[in-house]
């Protein structure tokens, strides 16, 4: 029997608290595992579940009677398994009616994870031959590990490795396939952990740090310190980094997979954003480690694709700065100048994420001369008023970019609800080019306004993921803390650009 091993926790850096669990594609069950899964179609037969029905006289369609089972997607019944079985357990999972996709897999496999928490489950199995995808035992898998991903650097209990033995018709494929998904939770995981890890041990610096440790994956770094943000006259990074000792940095990942112009990713990176004199009121504060989400994002597509060996050419561009109240903070009222040549009168400095990103959308076309740029940030509490936290806000004048970006990001569970630019007559000011806020109209709105005044004739989106980043329990494939939103929905896409 050809058994293919991927050990996971052999992919990860020593640095990090990631957690994940151990997979084996196989083409048959494994009969030491104490937990066996077995799907169940509604309506239809699943000949695996009638094959061990019979061996058990019963035991499982009486026990799926006796819990009301319906079969529905995502349904589980739990079952002390009969003695003739050589298990401990039988967990009947429901596939419903419907033909499962690539998104309804992975939901399942998060699903799944969710409902083995359990200790004493230790080795799964299970057969995906019933399963009617191709791909169906490596999106499982995928489901699993992004679930069952936990940020534990401070916890004293710390969650044990399960592992699942996974059979299918084509088991060495299964491997292949999940080779690359794997690769993909590993850059969500690092944003994840950045996310999660607290704004005192995640500053600027600390996040150089962390953007560094791609080196090793042939991504070229380079790091702009404060003297080199001035001299290039990047005065609206600048600002927003003045109350911090440490200043603002502009991090620069690059994966050059090919010789085309590059795609870049333009992120937020505000490693906690007080709102500076405007300062947060009311319990929001306590989230805004996670104010970097968009640079976390940028960063974990790049590494994604750089272990993927795209043949795609990316480049990250994150704007770092902590958003800190002290002497040395812009002041409301203060009037910066962009490296764009604009001035800005910074009537909040609450509204510092267009800021940062005004100079790092600037550099990112200046110096890249990218085919396309997006931008992901956590930018306005106006976002989550109008689509909540299951969407993440797209804004672009381009049509086909908008439904490029939100077909990728429905066919891994991230999706996208365009909203409008314009309003633009709301950022005026009486003393500079721009003000930071709108004197009226929607706020997520004349933010991504205030951005596209920095994008000249470059084609680009900006997506707004406040609300998105920080999972306070998991669902499907979310595990909670920092989620790493849009890093697969990133991954996609651009794996799927055409040349
Ligand atoms: N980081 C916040 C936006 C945010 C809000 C992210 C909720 C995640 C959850 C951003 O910097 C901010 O403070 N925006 C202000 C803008 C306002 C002052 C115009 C907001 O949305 O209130
Ligand atoms: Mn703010
Ligand atoms: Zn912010």
Redesign the pocket.
């Known amino acids: 029997m050809k058994k293919s091993i991927i050990s996971l926790s052999l992919l990860l850096s020593v640095t990090q608290p990631t957690f994940a669990e151990e997979f084996s594609f196989t083409s048959q069950l494994n009969s030491n595992a104490d937990t066996l899964l077995v799907f169940k179609q509604q309506g239809k037969t699943s000949k695996h579940f009638d094959t061990l029905n019979t061996q058990s006289s019963s035991h499982l369609s009486n026990a799926l009677l006796a819990a009301e089972f319906k079969a529905k997607l995502g349904q589980t019944a739990t079952i002390l398994a009969p003695n003739n079985l050589p298990y401990k357990r039988v967990v009947v999972v429901g596939l419903g009616n419907e033909a499962l996709t690539k998104q309804s897999l992975t939901k399942l496999g998060g699903d799944l994870s969710g409902k083995l928490e359990l200790d004493a489950i230790k080795e799964i199995t299970f057969d995906t031959s019933v399963i009617g995808h191709p791909d169906a035992a490596a999106l499982l898998a995928h489901g699993i590990n992004l679930r069952a991903y936990r940020f534990e650097t401070y916890t004293k209990k710390k969650r044990k490795q399960k592992s699942f033995t996974i059979a299918s018709s084509s088991s060495s494929s299964a491997n292949d396939n999940y080779s690359a998904l794997a690769n993909i939770e590993q850059g969500v995981f690092l944003a994840r952990d950045l996310i999660s890890e607290t704004a005192t041990e995640m500053t600027p610096k600390d996040f150089v740090k962390a953007a560094k440790e791609l080196k090793q994956y042939g991504v070229k770094v380079t790091v702009l310190e404060p003297k080199k943000i001035k001299k290039l006259g990047m005065g609206a990074l600048e600002a927003v980094g003045r109350g911090s000792s440490q200043g603002s940095r502009l991090i620069v990942a690059h994966y050059e997979g090919s010789d085309d112009a590059p795609i870049a990713l333009v992120g937020?990176g505000?490693t906690f954003?007080s709102?500076g004199y405007?300062i947060?009121t009311g319990k929001?504060i306590a989230?805004?480690k996670?104010?970097m989400a968009g640079a976390a994002a940028a960063l974990g597509t790049v590494k994604a694709l750089a272990l993927n060996k795209s043949k795609h050419n990316v480049v990250a561009v994150m704007g770092m700065a902590a958003?800190m109240v002290s002497e040395t903070s812009v002041a409301p009222g203060d009037v910066v100048k962009t490296a764009e040549g604009l001035t800005v009168e910074i009537l909040?400095t609450?509204?510092?994420?267009?800021l940062v990103l005004s100079d790092a959308l600037w550099y990112a076309r200046e110096h890249y001369k990218p085919q396309v740029m997006v931008d992901i940030?956590?930018?306005?509490?106006?976002?989550?008023g109008a689509v909540g936290n299951r969407y993440a806000a797209v804004f672009s004048d381009d049509d086909a970019l908008v439904n490029e970006l939100t077909v990728a990001g429905k066919e891994v569970n991230e999706n996208l609800w365009r909203l409008p630019l314009g309003y633009k007559d709301m950022l005026k000011s009486p003393i500079a080019d721009l003000a930071?806020?709108?004197s009226s109209g929607p706020?997520?709105t004349?933010?991504a306004t205030f951005l596209q005044q920095f994008v000249g004739d470059t084609k680009w989106a900006h997506i707004d993921?406040?609300?998105n980043?920080?999972a306070s329990s998991g669902k499907g494939e979310v595990a909670p803390g920092g989620t790493g939103y849009s890093v697969r929905l990133l991954t996609n896409w651009i794996e799927n650009h055409k040349k």
């Not at 609450?350 to 267009?354: I, S």
């Not at 940030?377 to 989550?384: D, E, F, R």
């Open positions: 937020k505000i954003d709102g405007s947060k929001s989230r805004m996670s104010d958003n909040n609450d509204a510092e994420g267009r940030a956590t930018l306005t509490g106006s976002k989550v930071n806020i709108g706020g997520a004349t933010a993921i406040a609300g980043a920080l």
